[in-house]
DNA sequence: GCCGTTTTCGGCCCGACTGTTTTCAGTCG
């Protein structure tokens, strides 16, 4: 089992535990142990949970039941209480345990397709404590769960959100605006959109906001709080707030959930309390600092925590790295051109990339087998080697590396001659075909190319598509290990849609000694532009410069160096 | 169930909004 499987298993545990009517404060725990497993980035099978902030010695024994049977005693026994369908009824926006308990007993409602059924009979109004309004909230709740269950991407969510922000900013009277939540974050998947807004006076901004065009239906709308649905289901909220709140009330909105309840903690423990308004001493309810964030953690002895860190993985007790800035990328290793999928020709791309000032750039098409992409075999990869000479004459200051992103097939080869991809200057190895083998081949398959010595970088390592595919299963800790011995360096690859290695991934990587490439995998000259989604991955992961092998300037610091022709 | 500058028991982050109530429970973030 995986983390993520841990952190399911402890998902259904709250759940039960909440339709059970276990003490609050034992299901806050469950919680937390959840949160605590979906952000770690150590294996849960290498490390003792118990060592973990917040996990005892009850949820490390949990733990390792689920572990090793993907389920527990408890769990089994909490089942024959209630139904399992319970569980997903939970999932419906709105629905909570309490009205989830309600239904099953007083309508015997135990699935979402029950719950649908007797909300369109009208039989939900009749149950004590829920009405008519709840009824008809309960079917278009589930109506759009049912449609939008997927988070939305990063940039996608980023696209939708700054007209928002921009209209919020523009109103009447605001005088500061900024995204919060895990956009702000930058969380590769976002589920919902929060925006701030300060303003001594609400009403323009909340009006801004949901008669914004982009706006389809309004959800909620308070004096300082709005939600609203968007095109394609996504749901943005607004809150704002009087100016001297807006530190508080920033660093509240910003989360993570995680993160404020440690530092609401620590402020307890030093005789405080902190909301979205402001921190207070207990004793006197003097203000203690509200009007920035700066203020408020340095009222904690705290420096300003950057939003990536906020995860509640220990950024509160240990010592805040210097991280990675998108300046400190000298090149990119992996784009594509004309020669296989890619939009534009060598010397476009080459262009561009010395307009972003960068040191060097590869060119990396892909490999022979890959048909459908236009791959290169052999005889095409010696003819592209011509083309890359003529552009190097162009482009004087840059370093243009001929490089290939050869498939690794499905038995483990690299699939090109040995005497070809030795002339390269750069080989990425990478997985595209044949991506349902059972994990054990998988894993010895990604092993024979990283053992051949034939690859430097290990392309899109777990091939994951978000909300498309999930990761490919395999042994990743074997892989990196692997990368280690044979000094194959493993990529943040930036596409939207990818992130691969995501932030806890390449944090993984780093502690097994791994040096990581951010690369775009660019086929436009726009996507040449996109490696702060990588340095994003990075920054979450606590990386610096260091690990980062182009952030090295003048030449990628990557197996052989790379021959500068003349 | 977890945890300790209130340390092995007794607390546990905090407030907005909605709906069904007529002072509050449920849900969310």
């Not at 902030?53 to 089994?76: P, V």
């Not at 149950?127 to 988070?151: D, V, Y």
């Not at 003819?383 to 482009?395: L, P, S």
């Amino acid at each position: 089992m995986t983390n993520k499987d841990v952190s399911a298993g402890l998902h259904r545990l709250t759940r039960l535990l909440q339709l059970t009517g276990a003490d609050m404060h034992r299901v806050r725990a469950y919680q937390r142990a959840e949160g605590i497993v979906r952000g770690l980035a150590e294996d849960l099978n290498d490390i003792d949970p118990q060592s973990l902030d917040g996990i005892g010695a009850s949820l490390a024994e949990t733990i390792r039941e689920l572990l090793q049977t993907g389920t527990t005693a408890q769990e089994q026994a909490l089942l024959a209480e209630v139904p399992a369908g319970l569980l997903q009824v939970m999932e419906i926006p709105d629905v909570g345990p309490k009205h989830t308990r309600l239904m099953w007993e007083h309508l015997g409602v135990e699935s979402v397709d029950d719950v649908e059924a007797a909300a369109k009979a009208g039989r939900i109004r009749d149950i004590p404590g829920l009405g008519a309004r709840s009824e008809q909230k309960i079917l278009a709740n589930l109506e759009r769960w049912r449609q939008h269950q997927s988070r939305t991407r990063r940039p996608d969510a980023l696209a939708l959100a700054e007209p928002l922000l921009a209209a919020v900013r523009a109103a009447d009277g605001v005088v500061q605006a900024s995204l919060a939540g895990s956009l702000r974050r930058g969380r590769d998947t976002i589920g919902d959109l929060d925006i701030l807004a300060a303003a001594a006076d609400s009403a323009a901004a909340m009006k801004a906001f949901t008669s914004h065009p982009s706006v389809e239906e309004v959800v909620l709308a308070g004096e300082t709080k709005a939600t609203v649905l968007l095109a394609g289901g996504v749901s943005a909220d607004l809150r704002v707030v009087a100016p001297e709140s807006w530190g508080a009330a920033l660093q509240y909105f910003t989360g993570s959930q995680a993160h404020n309840i440690a530092v609401r903690g620590r402020a307890q423990r030093r005789g405080m309390t902190l909301n979205e308004y402001s921190l207070r001493r207990l004793d006197d309810d003097s203000v203690v600092a509200s009007a920035t964030e700066e203020e408020i953690y340095a009222a904690l002895d705290l420096p300003w925590i950057p939003p990536e860190l906020r995860e509640g993985r220990g950024e509160l007790e240990r010592p805040l790295p210097r991280l990675l800035e998108v300046s400190d990328l000298r090149g990119d290793l992996h784009c594509h051109t004309l020669w296989s999928d890619g939009a534009r020709s060598i010397a476009e791309m080459a262009a561009e990339a010395v307009a972003l000032g960068h040191d060097y750039l590869a060119i990396t098409d892909h490999s022979g087998s890959l048909n459908i992409a236009n791959g290169l075999d052999e005889q095409r990869i010696a003819e592209q080697a011509k083309e890359i000479a003529a552009v190097r004459e162009q482009f004087p200051d840059l370093l243009l590396l001929h490089g290939i992103e050869a498939d690794i097939l499905a038995d483990g080869t690299v699939d090109l001659d040995p005497e070809c991809t030795a002339a390269l200057d750069l080989v990425i190895g990478s997985v595209h075909v044949h991506t349902n083998l059972p994990p054990d081949e998988m894993t010895e398959r990604i092993l024979a190319a990283v053992r051949s010595g034939r690859i430097h970088i290990l392309g899109h390592p777990t091939g994951r598509l978000l909300g498309r595919r999930d990761p490919y299963e395999f042994d990743i800790d074997a892989v990196f290990a692997a990368c280690h011995e044979h000094g194959v360096a493993v990529e943040i690859n930036s596409q939207s849609q990818r992130l691969d290695l995501d932030d806890t991934l390449a944090r993984r990587a780093v502690d097994a000694g791994l040096t990581i490439v951010i690369n775009t995998d660019a086929h436009r000259l726009d996507e040449l532009h996109t490696l702060h989604q990588g340095v994003m991955q990075a920054r979450r992961a606590w990386l610096g410069p260091e690990p980062i092998a182009n952030s090295v300037a003048g030449a990628p610091p990557l197996g052989r160096p790379p021959a500068r022709r003349e």
